[in-house]
């Protein structure tokens, strides 16, 4: 066994056995996931890169490549449902702009937000799109064809029902990881968007540190008004995950102090890969930050995003080799990932 992944092992050990406390409080994260799976693959908007992302077939495919946990993105429609889609934006999933041409914002964008449930029920999803010149093309080509089948947007409460009826039907215990999207467009638009989601975890059942659910943001805020205001008026304890980007907004949150900040309101971060490999590097010669073990040392756990096959970063020479780097020996402790069976199969041969 490599020394990185031994002290990994130890770490979680040590954790599991001793949960960390920061600014007094308890984090969950590593006794959280150990429960469970060391290493946690987590579908990307669902087994993406085989179907079109954050439809019900994209969930229930990830299911049955034997994720661990199953990401939604969430919206609000115009009467208050939470829906699940990447962006509040419906113009590069779907067919918007046919079905309601009159619809747009000044800006030519068409806004979740401005549609009822019914509505958007109505429009037809599919694989991610870009429009240039008037032609649509698909963003991932060798992916599912656009405007092949049919495939429709779901509510939340709908994707839980499925993963939930599937943990009865198979025996498995699959986990959500449901993502709030933009909470500050939300408030502007009358919604307080935080408080929907957790209205439908806690309908649902998932409102304790041990349920298997993490929810995450951008928007380390609103995570804190989350975990310090919200979940204590709702009696509920869900572990929160910051989410970090590699915008100029997110620096000060990857110092020790920065990252003690996060550990006082989240169990866990979900870090862009590239703050963890950084730019520069090549095969053989990594710039591996430190942020890992920032992280680590703090209790936290580090579930880093997007791992695709179709779209590999120049040091890694294939997708097994990604999986290495990151699960074997810089220990993360989960992906993010388009791909979960391929990722499901690394972990089972390798780890
Ligand atoms: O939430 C983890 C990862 O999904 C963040 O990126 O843009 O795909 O939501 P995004
Ligand atoms: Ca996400």
Redesign the pocket.
């Known amino acids: 066994m490599k020394p990185i992944k031994a002290a990994g092992l130890l770490a979680t050990m040590l954790l599991v056995g001793c949960a960390v406390t920061v600014n007094d409080r308890v984090l969950v994260g590593k006794d959280h996931v150990a429960r469970w799976q060391e290493k946690l693959v ?1 579908a ?2 669902g087994a993406s890169g085989y179907l079109p992302e954050h439809t019900l077939a994209a969930k229930a495919m990830a299911y049955a490549q034997g994720a661990h946990f199953i ?1 939604q ?1 969430l919206v609000m429609s115009k009467d208050d449902h939470v829906v699940v889609l ?1 962006d509040h934006y419906l113009d590069t999933v779907t067919d918007v702009h046919d079905v309601f041409p009159d619809r747009a914002r000044a800006d030519g964008r068409y806004y979740v937000v401005d549609f009822t449930l019914a509505e958007l029920r109505q429009l037809a999803v599919s694989e991610r799109f870009k429009v240039s010149g008037g032609v649509k093309a698909a963003v991932f080509e060798s992916r599912f064809p656009l405007e092949k089948s049919s495939f429709r947007i779901a509510t939340f409460a709908e994707e839980i029902e499925l993963i939930q009826g599937l943990n009865q039907s198979t025996g498995r215990s699959v986990g959500i ?1 449901p ?1 709030i ?1 933009s909470p500050a467009f939300h408030r502007g638009e009358g919604k307080d968007i935080s408080a929907a989601v957790l209205e439908v975890l806690k309908t649902y059942g998932y409102d304790e540190q041990q349920d298997r659910v993490f929810l ?1 943001c ?1 928007d380390g805020n609103e995570l804190q008004r989350i975990g310090r205001e919200l979940l204590p008026a709702m009696n509920m304890t869900v572990p929160l995950v910051q ?1 970090l ?1 590699t915008g100029p907004e997110f620096r000060a949150a990857l110092t020790p102090a920065g990252m003690k900040m996060v550990a006082s309101y989240a169990d866990g971060i ?1 870090p ?1 890969m590239q703050l963890i490999v950084e730019r520069g590097s090549v095969a053989g010669k990594l710039k591996i930050s430190k942020l890992v073990e920032l992280a680590h040392d703090l209790g936290l756990v580090v ?1 880093p ?2 791992f695709r096959r179709d779209l590999l970063p120049v040091y890694a020479d294939d997708y097994d080799d990604l999986l290495k780097i990151f699960l074997d020996d810089i220990g993360v402790d989960g992906v ?1 990932t388009d791909f979960p069976d391929l990722t499901v199969e690394y972990i089972e041969s390798n780890l």
């Open positions: 987590i990307h908007r990401e993105d990447h990881y993502e999207k995450q951008f989410l980007g979900g862009s579930h995003y997007t993010f």
